[in-house]
């Protein structure tokens, strides 16, 4: 039998693996929160570029981004009852539609590799956690953010799936892009993100791999729904 245990669950992935979208889902089937943590790297990222602290070639001012981020503020606004997506807000202000274009997405994985920006985000991403009953989806959320969380799972999909799934995104939220860019952001990111030294992206020992290729979403939401029942009917 299910029971009414709260359990943490950590989403991790590839970009564009189609994690946030079965992350938000399952959170709403189950009555849990869901956290895009990406969103809030995006956001330190749009920071970061309308404070002119990343230049021309993409070097980031590393020294004036660690100084400003005790101001940098990010918060969810309430999830819209039709979509289920929380707004991101930077220091109040609505940024989802800006930290999902190409800009910032250019730009977030040198931000997202600076250890104190990834000390201040895990900080807030825990205490998010702290009451558990949430679906947090990123790269390192099972393996730095909530090592022991209860259930783990690490998505996968091959490089071409996921820019077709990105470009189709992107053209269906009426954002300009072209397939190859978006082809070449995502196999710069799955580099940066793999190797950098600080929560490098990879699977947590004790995650379950959803490898989604050929997987309808239907299908890859039995998969988490069967597992999570597992999970959480257990003792
Ligand atoms: O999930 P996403 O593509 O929106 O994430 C944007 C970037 O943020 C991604 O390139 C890597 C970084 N990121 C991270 O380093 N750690 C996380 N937990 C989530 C995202």
Do not use: C
């Amino acid at each position: 039998m299910q029971n009414d245990k709260k359990i943490i669950i950590a989403i991790d992935g590839f970009s564009s693996s189609g994690k946030s979208t079965m992350a938000r889902e399952l959170a709403r089937r189950i009555g849990y929160v869901y956290v895009d943590s990406g969103a809030m790297y995006r956001a330190v990222t749009l920071y970061a570029l309308r404070h002119s602290m990343i230049a021309a070639d993409g070097t980031v001012d590393t020294a004036a981004l660690v100084k400003a981020l005790p101001g940098i503020d990010i918060t969810f606004a309430a999830p819209d009852p039709a979509t289920g997506v929380s707004d991101t807000l930077l220091n109040g202000e609505d940024v989802e539609k800006q930290i999902r274009g190409m800009e910032v997405s250019d730009h977030v994985s040198p931000v997202s590799a600076i250890p104190e920006v990834r000390r201040r985000l895990t900080a807030l991403q825990q205490k998010l956690g702290e009451g558990k009953g949430i679906v947090m989806d990123g790269r390192d959320i099972g393996t730095t953010v909530f090592p022991h969380a209860e259930m783990k799972v690490f998505v996968d999909a091959s490089p071409e799936v996921r820019a077709e799934r990105r470009f189709k995104e992107l053209k269906e939220k009426g954002i300009k892009a072209d397939y190859q860019e978006v082809f070449d952001n995502i196999r710069d990111r799955d580099f940066t993100d793999r190797t950098r030294k600080e929560s490098p992206l990879r699977k947590a020992d004790d995650a379950r791999v959803l490898d989604n290729d050929g997987m309808t979403h239907a299908e890859q939401m039995d998969w988490l729904m069967n597992l999570y029942k597992s999970i959480t009917a257990r003792d």
